[in-house]
T-cell receptor, first 110, second 115 residues
């Protein structure tokens, strides 16, 4: 069975304290790995797509990387406005559906 | 920037009633999806829709559920004979086209509360 696991479940950082979120996956035929940000009461907001091992994408303070078994979302010098739940999703096999992880709830304290 | 819009934002319904959740996908997108998120749990796939027919559905999407694209802009999810366990956030999403690996763009969801 395809699995997507995110860790940690929750993370509290001081403003400026860099860290990484992990998404590990066991799927057959990865088509893409996606990172989303979800604010309370809102839908997932697309951040990045990664397609193959070794690929990296950056956007402001966020950098996503991909290996054959996991992806990391690195947050450099976070600010309070980066507080949100970060979701990882994979698309695999013949279908178009996304398989989501349970997310990491990030809180950045001023 | 184009976005997916969903209405209503919150729907309260008595158990056993039927509900219709509405979505307007991004206008040039071809694939449409419904997902749900029970409070505190992961986002789960329900169904995908392409070229006016269901292309995939999960085990959750049984005979209680149906989808429709009644006109050129709306995409609806109908839930019949609602149960308490149908209470969840329901998200609509759309993606541009046929190539795998394209991101899905989500609306802000409808919170469905079954009493």
């Amino acid at each position: 069975e395809d699995q997507v696991t995110q860790s940690p479940e929750a993370l509290r950082l001081q403003e400026g304290e860099s860290s990484s979120l992990n998404c590990s996956y066991t799927v057959s035929g990865l088509r893409g790995l996606f990172w989303y940000r979800q604010d309370p009461g809102k839908g997932p907001e697309f951040l990045f797509t990664l397609y193959s091992a070794g690929e990296e994408k950056e956007k402001e303070r966020l950098k996503a990387t991909l290996t054959k078994k996991e992806s990391f979302l690195h947050i450099t010098a976070p600010k309070p406005e980066d507080s949100a739940t970060y979701l990882c999703a994979v698309q695999a096999g013949a279908g178009n559906q996304f398989y989501f992880g349970t997310g990491t709830s990030l809180t950045v304290i001023p | 920037e184009p976005e997916v819009t969903q209405t209503p934002s919150h729907q309260v319904t008595q158990m056993g009633q039927e509900v219709i959740l509405r979505c307007v996908p991004i206008s040039n997108h071809l694939y449409f999806y419904w997902y749900r998120q029970i409070l505190g749990q992961k986002v789960e796939f329900l169904v995908s829709f392409y070229n006016n027919e269901i292309s995939e559905k999960s085990e959750i999407f049984d005979d209680q559920f149906s989808v429709e694209r009644p006109d050129g802009s709306n995409f609806t999810l109908k839930i019949r004979s609602t149960k308490l366990e149908d209470s969840a956030m329901y998200f609509c999403a759309s993606s541009p086209g046929l190539r795998w690996g394209q991101p899905q763009h989500f609306g802000d969801g409808t919170r469905l509360s079954i009493l």
